[in-house]
């Protein structure tokens, strides 16, 4: 019987690799007048996408 090399348990796979999170805006990034897609509001809209990207891809690689 030929032993599991623990590396290839954990190995990513290159064909779905996981969601990247995205980048928070830096403070400088946002003006300060109350835009109504402010960087911060599409800051968290991605950041929700990848949340559930992430749990999508969590549950193909337990």
Same mark, same amino acid.
């Given at each position: 019987?030929? @032993? !599991?090399?623990?590396?290839?348990?954990?190995?990513?796979?290159?064909?779905?690799?996981? @969601?990247?999170?995205?980048?928070? @805006?830096?403070?400088?990034?946002? =003006?300060?007048?109350? =835009? !109504?897609?402010?960087?911060?509001?599409?800051?968290?809209?991605?950041?929700?996408?990848?949340?559930?990207?992430?749990?999508?891809?969590?549950?193909?690689? @337990?």
């Amino acid at each position: 019987m030929n @032993p !599991v090399d623990p590396a290839a348990l954990s190995a990513p796979d290159p064909d779905d690799p996981p @969601p990247v999170r995205p980048t928070e @805006p830096d403070a400088a990034d946002c =003006c300060g007048e109350g =835009c !109504v897609r402010c960087v911060y509001d599409v800051y968290e809209e991605a950041l929700e996408r990848y949340e559930a990207a992430l749990a999508a891809w969590r549950a193909r690689h @337990p």
